[in-house]
């Protein structure tokens, strides 16, 4: 039985997950899955403060005149989805969801005007909502979740193991699963993340 920690990297409407086991000294991942969270959901589901703020993909078009009332129903919506699609995760495991580290990403919560006041800010507001669904997912799920700093990964990883960084990344790469055909530096990242909140023992 395998006590898991997975790594997660919020994207619009999915994530990057990175999975290894808790007791895994060598780096690597046990998987690496992209994730959709709101496949088939209704668009507010999917880019709330989009429709909230009048865009549709790179075109903007009429604001709708409730976009409080959109951001709020969107973002409840992400959450039963992202509780689903996390505990379908959780069924497939061969052991226990142990915990989950999410990548911090830009932007903090100054407000909805804030947010829908340019197309920039809008996507830094649809990220912070899909960490916020994950670690809500998590909290249903009763798996303990922490945020992680992913600018410090690299630097933090390379001290444990008594290395430079030049050489970290590269141990890294060479640790490439068999199962996967992606390992670009966002897996080696989310990788390296789990890696650093194992177990001890």
Do not use: C
């Not at 809008?122 to 303990?144: F, N, Q, T, W």
């Not at 410090?152 to 970290?168: C, N, V």
């Amino acid at each position: 039985m395998t006590d898991w920690i997975i790594a997660f990297k919020a994207h619009l409407g999915w994530v990057n997950a990175v999975g290894i086991a808790s007791t895994d000294d060598d780096p690597g991942a046990r998987f690496v899955e992209r994730i959709e969270l709101f496949e088939g959901a209704p668009r507010e589901a999917i880019e709330p403060y989009h429709v909230a703020g009048g865009w549709q993909g790179l075109t903007q078009v009429e604001a709708p005149d409730n976009p409080a009332e959109i951001v709020v129903r969107g973002k409840k919506l992400q959450v039963e989805a992202a509780t689903d699609v996390l505990s379908a995760l959780r069924d497939r495991l061969d052991g226990t969801f142990r915990l989950g580290v999410i990548l911090e990403g830009r932007g903090i919560n100054v407000g909805l005007e804030h947010d829908l006041d340019s197309h920039a800010h809008i996507h830094v507001a649809e990220g912070r909502a899909v960490r916020e669904a994950i670690r809500s997912a998590l909290d249903h799920l009763e798996v303990d979740w922490l945020d992680y700093d992913e600018k410090s990964i690299l630097g933090a990883t390379a001290a444990t193991r008594g290395e430079d960084e030049p050489t970290t990344d590269t141990v890294w790469k060479q640790a490439k699963p068999a199962t996967t055909r992606k390992w670009a530096k966002e897996e080696r990242l989310l990788a390296m993340a789990a890696w650093l909140n194992r177990a001890d023992d």
